[in-house]
């Protein structure tokens, strides 16, 4: 594992410890597969981390309302673009 993966995982630990919103991060894949949830999500939709973690497969984007993921696809595409 290379030395700057480990700091990012560790730098996102201690976010996700202090920070009361919902945080997560995701692969840029066509799903966005959930790599990480923080605690907050349990306020905002009644799961926990554990819940959508990595034993439900759940991914991001069966968490965004239909009618939002054309946007949000045109936006990640975008942003792939500007890089």
Request: glycine share 6%.
């Amino acid at each position: 594992m290379s030395e700057s993966f480990e700091y990012d995982s560790n730098l996102c630990l201690n976010i996700t410890k202090h920070f009361s919103g919902m945080f997560f991060r995701c692969r840029i894949d066509t799903d966005y597969t959930l790599l990480s949830i923080g605690r907050g999500v349990e306020n905002l939709l009644g799961y926990t981390s554990e819940e959508l973690g990595k034993a439900s497969n759940t991914t991001f984007l069966q968490l965004v309302h239909p009618e939002d993921r054309i946007a949000l696809e045109m936006n990640r595409s975008y942003q792939l673009q500007k890089k």
